[in-house]
Each structure stands twice: as structure tokens, then as C-alpha cells.
């Protein structure tokens, strides 16, 4: 046993020494500690810079796309705005009388062509893109507001052909020429061709022609748009002949770098612009083709745009990351040292202490004999005979835990009584709030329960049964009303005033929910009160405008919440067909006629809402139906409804569902409508009421 012991001394030693010449530093906490953190830092700034690059890559080019489309689309917008515009003055023009007399008879044209110069110079002065403005009869210029050689007559000149091109322009919509000067060069040209309009209407021999240069209006309007830093926008042709398809660009000064030459060469391609974006080096092109035309925009972001910032940031990332890691290494280096002085210090007493345990003098024969070891070997006091450390840290802290054990093993058992109590306390809320949270989900069931009524109440005080067609009927209706929550502040209503007029109102309440329903309700009654207190006491049935003016009066008094409605109020003589109306605030009906057009009901700005100015004064128009036509209502919840992207329905997608469906029945188009809505926003909730109504006069079925 003493050849043991004096081994295990001999390597508590060998330890020791290694202890003081560091021979053990290879594996010492301090190396650990440094080696670990510069490897894990080294690691995570690996990371972080690759998927920084990779997601500031992904989310530029994101971006770059989803602001080049965006562009491309208020491009084409400005674009159809201005052909509109234009479009616009072209049929004030072929109105004006001066016009009508040159074209009327060409001999007194050089007496009129001054003042009809003026007139036009007027227009177009402050219009570069306009190039000339002609007058067109009998296949003869009779007029033109700049002469030059685009219109030439002469046969023996390159531009000749130019006058042909313009007379076989259609006369309605947009088309693009190829306008040839005397020196060779070749211009192209928008034309818009319409016929002079008098009152016997159109002319089929006389037209006014506008002439827009194209590179003119690529200059103007597009020329200093760029999509990102080193992209930009173009106007392109599309040109079809016998020889096939093909795409003028105009030129662009603004263009350079070499994203110009790559779409200068991408040009050549077949199917340019629909190519994928995979397909070109440095750039990125979409398109918008305009509508009816053969006109197009062209959009072209450039590539480095998205990748130089995504390089410039991994580069910075790169020397952040390698300046962090020299700067942390340094600081670690001695940070570490302090850090574990204490506890190489505390290894080093602990090995004195054993060493010193272990001593063979300490050891007697009685040990080898298995005798007891003498009592003085050992602290009678049973405390380790260990040398405290003094230090301020949580090593020197380390020897007063022990003594604190006690006194915190004490103070856990009161704690655990202090908690029992708590524990008791806690469980008797528990059982108080299970009991309130019972009672608010039956209060909650309750309210439910009269909501639900309340709906269907309301519901119940619009008219859901639509009387079929007959002699005594000749009129078609179909409406529905949907609220936004459980009840809502839109309302329809129709019902006959006497036996040959009927009575019907759209409106749409300023809030909603409960208060809405009820304004909505009361709205409702009083316009019926209104008119038959005003057949009662006239005989006749009264005008809309009365109406309206009798309705807001009473919504006016006692109306503390401020609430108003807007309303549209209309009396239709189902015999004659005389449509008698009044708008006070709400959106404009439109009337559809049998062959699909469709227009307003009123040209009029409609009037303030019911219940914001007692003494509102209050308009009607008159309207005279024709067999088939409808009248077409509905609320602001049709084409605000509003999908997962924020995109509105709008008034465009509600015009071109009535333009295709015109020739349905009431119920199937306001049916069709309201699933195209539906699809339209997906899962997004309902934020507005709905309420639509459609009438369509039937006069046959009085026969």
C-alpha cells in the first residue's frame, strides 16, 4: 500500500510541474476557450454573410421584378391616358364648324385655312408630339396644319406612298405608318382617323386625321424613365406584313452601357420581348402590350443592379467579419487570462491539498496491518483543510457557499410553507375565474343568439320575393343584400307607389354594424311613410326629389351620432317606361340598354347625404327606358372589395362583367357577379356590405 501511495505522489507531482511550465497548456481551459470562440465565430460569420448575400440577392431581384412590372404598368397607363386624351380632342375637333367648312367645300378652304390654322395652333403649341393635323375628303388632303412633304402628292417622290398609307387608315381605333421623306429616311407615325360629326352624324367621305410622332412621344413621355439605376423603358411596334412579324424600337439617346447593346441584339431575336429572362445575360425584359393597338411597353432592368450591391455587401461583410474575429481573438487572448487565473490558482491548492493528503509520513505501518489510522491524520473538526482563496470572483466566493447551504436549506422550507399557502390561494381564483369565464360564454352564446336574430330581422325587412313577369308585372327585379358582420347598414327596397308606378331605393348607411342596421331600418320606413302619406294627401305620386327632401328633414333631428346615408330613390312608370330619379350621395346607377351599352343614369353630381343638412336641397332627372333596358344598382362594396394583394375589384372589372353578361336576366347577372367578386378576393374576409339591384323594363308583356 506505501508503493501505491508513493506512485500516486509521484504523479500528482509530475501534474504539479506541468502545471507551473505549462507543459499541460495544450490542453488547458484558456486554449479551449480561445480555439472554440474563434471557430464558432468564424463559423457563424460564414454563415450570416452567405445567407445575407443569398436573401439581399433573392430580395433585390424580387423587387427589381416587382418594380419593373409596376412600371411597366403605370407606363401603359400614362401611355392609354394620353391616346385617350388625344382621342378626346379629335372628336371635339371634327365637331367644330370651321372645320365643317373647309371640308364642306374645298374652293373656299384657302379662305377659312388661316383662321382654321389658328384654331389648331391653339391645340397644339404646346404639343411637340403632335406632327400634323389634316383634313381628308373625297381620298383628297384638303387641309393639313403643317404643310410639308408627309402628305405629298407627287409620284415622284419616296413619300408619295404616305398618303396612301393615311387613307387606308380605319377610321376608328389606332394604327402606326411608316411616313418616307424625300432624303431616304423613314419616320413612323401614330394615326387617329375619325369622321367629322354633324348633326345628321357621321360622314362617311370627310375625315380629321392626327398625326403623333413616335419618337417624339418616346422622348417626351418615356425618354427620362429609368427601371432601377442602369435600366430603362422603350416604345416598341409591332409591325405585321407578308414577310411576317416584326418590332420597332424607336431610338433612345437616354440609352447606354451595355445593357443598350444586349437589347439592341435581343431585338433580332424570334419572340422578342416574350422571351424568359434566363435567356439574356445583363438584362431583364417584361412587356405590356396595349390593348387594340400595336403599340407596346418594353421594360429592361439591368442585372448588376441587383448583383453589385449583393457583391459590395458580401465584401464588407467579409471585413467586418475578419477585422471582428482579429479584434475578438485579441481581446479574448486576454480577457481568457484573467478570466481563468483563479482557477488555475484553485487547481493549484487543490493538487497541494492532495499532495499533502497523500504524503507517505503520514501513512504508518498500522495501515499496512489494517489497523485505524490515527485520529490526528485527519481535521476533528470535519472540515477540509483547505486554504481559502482570496478573491473577489465566484471562486473566492466558492468556500462561503457551504457555509450559506444551511441557512438557504432553511429558508427553501419557509419558502415551501409561503408557497403551499399561495398554491391554496391561486386554486380558489382559479375556481372564481372558471366561474366568471362560464358566465361570459354564456353571455357571448346569448349575444350570438341575438345577433343572429337580429340578422335575420333585418334581412327579413328587405323584399325577398321577386314577382315573376306578367301583364301587371312588366318588370324584372332581382337584388341582394349581404353585411359585412352580422348586421350592416346597406338596404334595397321596391315597392309599387300605385298601380302603374314602382317605388325603388339603394342606400348605404356611413358605419356598421348594430347602429347602421338601425339607421338603415329607420331610413327605410320613413321613405316608405313618405309616399304613401304624400299619395294620401295629393292623390299623386310624389317626385323623388319631395321625398328625399322629407327624409332628410327627419334623419336631421336627434341625430347626436352624426350618422348620414347615401341614397338613390327612383319611381318607374312600368306603362310608359319614364324612369323619375334622385342620387343624394350615393354611387351613380348605370342604365344598360339592350345591346350592352352602358352609361350612367345621370350625368349630374349627386347630392349631399341624407341626415348631414336638414335644408339640403335635392334634384331629379328623368329618364325615358327603352324595351330591354335595365337599371343597375349596388353599393360601394363591389368594386372596393379588395383581394390578399390589396388590389380593389374596381369600376373597370364591374363595367366589363355587366358588358359581358347584359343579356342575362337580373338574377343572373347579379348571380354571376357576385361568385366573379368572390373568386376575385379568395379567402380574404368581407370588409364592406354588399348589396346589389338590378331592373330590367319588359313593355311587350302589357300586350
Not at 372596393?640 to 394583394?645: D, G, Q, R, V
Amino acid at each position: 500500500m506505501t508503493t501505491t501511495s508513493s506512485q500516486e505522489q509521484i504523479d500528482l507531482n509530475r501534474r504539479n510541474s506541468g502545471l507551473k511550465t505549462g507543459g499541460l497548456v495544450n490542453r488547458s481551459i484558456r486554449t479551449k476557450l480561445i480555439g472554440g470562440t474563434v471557430v464558432i465565430v468564424l463559423i457563424i460569420v460564414s454563415l450570416l454573410t452567405f445567407v445575407l448575400a443569398r436573401s439581399a440577392a433573392d430580395l433585390l431581384e424580387k423587387e427589381s421584378s416587382n418594380q419593373l412590372s409596376q412600371l411597366l404598368d403605370q407606363s401603359t397607363l400614362i401611355l392609354s391616358s394620353f391616346l385617350e386624351t388625344n382621342e378626346a380632342n379629335l372628336v371635339l375637333w371634327s365637331t367644330e364648324p370651321l372645320v365643317h367648312s373647309v371640308a364642306n367645300d374645298p374652293a373656299l378652304a384657302a379662305i377659312f385655312a388661316l383662321g382654321l390654322n389658328d384654331y389648331f395652333e391653339t391645340h397644339v403649341s404646346n404639343k411637340p408630339w403632335i406632327r400634323n393635323v389634316a383634313l381628308v375628303k373625297d381620298g383628297t388632303v384638303v387641309f393639313a396644319q403643317h404643310a410639308s412633304d408627309d402628305l405629298s402628292t407627287d409620284t415622284a417622290t419616296p413619300a408619295s406612298a404616305n398618303l396612301s398609307q393615311l387613307l387606308a387608315a380605319p377610321a376608328e381605333g389606332l394604327s402606326v405608318i411608316r411616313l418616307a421623306s424625300n432624303d431616304g429616311a423613314e419616320d413612323r407615325a401614330i394615326v387617329m382617323k375619325r369622321p367629322l360629326l354633324d348633326e345628321a352624324g357621321p360622314k362617311e367621305n370627310a375625315h380629321i386625321v392626327l398625326l403623333l410622332d413616335l419618337d417624339t412621344v418616346q422622348e417626351d413621355l418615356f425618354g427620362q424613365i429609368k427601371a432601377g439605376t442602369n435600366g430603362f423603358l422603350t416604345l416598341a411596334v409591332e409591325e405585321r406584313s407578308s414577310a411576317g412579324r416584326s418590332l420597332w424600337v424607336p431610338p433612345n439617346r437616354n440609352i447606354e452601357g451595355p445593357e443598350s447593346i444586349e437589347f439592341m441584339q435581343a431585338q433580332k431575336f424570334q419572340g422578342f420581348p416574350a422571351r424568359s429572362g434566363e435567356e439574356y445575360e445583363s438584362i431583364v425584359v417584361d412587356h405590356r402590350a396595349l390593348a387594340d393597338t400595336p403599340l407596346m411597353m418594353i421594360g429592361v432592368a439591368a442585372t448588376r443592379d441587383v448583383f453589385e450591391p449583393v457583391t459590395k455587401l458580401v465584401l464588407i461583410s467579409v471585413i467586418c467579419g475578419v477585422v471582428a474575429i482579429f479584434a475578438g481573438g485579441v481581446s479574448l487572448f486576454f480577457f481568457s487570462g484573467r478570466l481563468t487565473a483563479p482557477i488555475r490558482e484553485l487547481t493549484a491548492r487543490a493538487h497541494k491539498f492532495a499532495s499533502s493528503r497523500l504524503d507517505p509520513a503520514v501513512s504508518s505501518p498500522a495501515l499496512e496491518s489494517g489497523q485505524p489510522t490515527p485520529a490526528e491524520a485527519f481535521d476533528t473538526n470535519g472540515h477540509t483543510d483547505f486554504e481559502e482563496i482570496d478573491s473577489q470572483d465566484e471562486v473566492g466566493e466558492l468556500s462561503s457557499v457551504f457555509r450559506l447551504l444551511d441557512q438557504r436549506t432553511q429558508e427553501l422550507e419557509h419558502a415551501n410553507s409561503l408557497l403551499g399557502k399561495r398554491n391554496q390561494e391561486i386554486d380558489q381564483a382559479m375556481l372564481a375565474l372558471q366561474s366568471t369565464q362560464d358566465e361570459l360564454v354564456t353571455n357571448l352564446s346569448r349575444l350570438e343568439r341575438e345577433l343572429a336574430t337580429a340578422r335575420e330581422l333585418q334581412l327579413s325587412m328587405v323584399p325577398s320575393v321577386f314577382p315573376p313577369l306578367s301583364s301587371t308585372q312588366p318588370v324584372d327585379i332581382y337584388a341582394i343584400m349581404e353585411p359585412a358582420r352580422e348586421v350592416g347598414g346597406d338596404l334595397y327596397d321596391f315597392f309599387y307607389a300605385d298601380d302603374d308606378t314602382i317605388c325603388f331605393v339603394v342606400g348605404d348607411v356611413s358605419d356598421k354594424g348594430t347602429s347602421a342596421a338601425l339607421f338603415m331600418a329607420r331610413t327605410r320606413s320613413l321613405i316608405r311613410y313618405a309616399v304613401n302619406q304624400w299619395r294620401e294627401t295629393t292623390g299623386q305620386v310624389p317626385d323623388a326629389l319631395n321625398i328625399m327632401a322629407s327624409v332628410n328633414k327627419e334623419l336631421c333631428q336627434n341625430n347626436k351620432a352624426r350618422m348620414f346615408v347615401t341614397l338613390f330613390l327612383g319611381f318607374l312608370d312600368v306603362k310608359t317606361g319614364v324612369l323619375k330619379c334622385s342620387n343624394a350621395g350615393h354611387i351613380t346607377p348605370y342604365l344598360i340598354s339592350k345591346g350592352g351599352v352602358i352609361d350612367p343614369v345621370s350625368d349630374r353630381r349627386p347630392g349631399i347625404p341624407l341626415g348631414v343638412e336638414r335644408n339640403s336641397a335635392y334634384r331629379d332627372v328623368t329618364r325615358q327606358l327603352k324595351e330591354g333596358d335595365m337599371v343597375f344598382l349596388y353599393s360601394d362594396g363591389i368594386p372596393e372589395a379588395m383581394n390578399a394583394e390589396g388590389v380593389f375589384f374596381s369600376q373597370e372589372k364591374l363595367r366589363a362583367h355587366l358588358r359581358e353578361a347584359h343579356a342575362d336576366s337580373p338574377r343572373e347577372i347579379i348571380t354571376s357577379l357576385r361568385e366573379n367578386v368572390s373568386e376575385f378576393v379568395g379567402a380574404t374576409d368581407q370588409y364592406d356590405d354588399v348589396t346589389l339591384f338590378a331592373l330590367r323594363w319588359h313593355p311587350e308583356q302589357l300586350n
